[in-house]
């Protein structure tokens, strides 16, 4: 069964200190992946998508992702992180093999504290 | 466009009753999606709707549970009767197909959080 893995369930940081969130998949076809992000309170929004091309993806506040096949990875990164980036983040994958799915495999979230 | 809604996005109620949480899809947007979140588990998909037909219930708990689409625009999950351990947020996505059968990005609701006693 396809999984996605998010290794770092907390992560704590100082404002200005780079990001990187891990997201490993299981699935060895064509993927499409997505970080979504969820502020307190509030409701799962898109931050990036990876569907093909560039495999450098750039998102939203100035988050960007890798996508790394051999790797099966596509890690979050953000150079300067600010206290309003604190929030939980999810990665998905929607996979694609011998028929259509649509359906979304969420990760089980890495909740992420920007200390000011 | 006013984004997926979701009615109501507070419900308490006691156990036993029935619960019943409605979903507004984004207009167009041919896939409807139910999901629950809870600390403990995460999100969960429920199901999901393509053109208002479910095409993968396999998600849902038990029998308790019971989702719908009469039409494009309106979807509702029901549970009966509820259980304190059915409290959760459950959020609601919808989406556009894209060529090949892949799905687009998934747009989420605001939500319902729901509280058994």
């Known amino acids: 069964a396809q999984s996605v893995s998010q290794h770092n369930h907390h992560v704590i940081l100082s404002e200005a200190a780079s990001l990187e969130l891990g997201c490993n998949y299981s699935?060895?076809?064509?993927?499409?992946l997505f970080w979504y992000v969820q502020y307190p309170g509030q409701h799962l929004q898109l931050l990036l998508k990876y569907f093909s091309g560039d495999p450098l993806v750039k998102g939203i506040k100035g988050f960007e992702a890798e996508f790394i096949k051999s790797k099966f990875s596509f890690n979050l990164r953000k150079p300067s992180v600010q206290w309003s980036d604190t929030a939980e983040y999810f990665c998905a994958v929607n996979s694609f093999y011998g028929g259509a799915t649509n359906k979304l495999i969420f990760g089980t979230g890495t909740l992420l504290a920007v200390q000011p | 466009d006013a984004g997926v809604i979701q009615s109501p996005r507070h419900e308490v109620t006691e156990m036993g009753q029935e619960v019943t949480l409605r979903c507004k899809p984004i207009s167009g947007h041919d896939y409807l999606f139910w999901y629950r979140q809870t600390m403990m588990r995460g999100l969960e998909l429920l199901i999901y709707?393509?053109?208002?037909?479910?095409?993968?219930d396999s998600g849902m708990p038990e029998d308790r549970f019971s989702a719908k689409m009469p039409n494009a625009s309106f979807s509702t999950l029901k549970i009966q009767p509820s259980e304190p351990r059915d409290s959760a947020v459950y959020f609601c996505?919808?989406?556009?197909?894209?060529?090949?059968?892949?799905?687009?990005?998934?747009?989420f609701g605001p939500g319902t959080r729901l509280t058994v006693l």
């Open positions: 699935y060895g076809g064509t993927v499409n």
């Open positions: 709707f393509n053109n208002n037909v479910p095409i993968d």
């Open positions: 996505a919808s989406s556009l197909s894209r060529l090949a059968g892949y799905t687009d990005t998934q747009y």
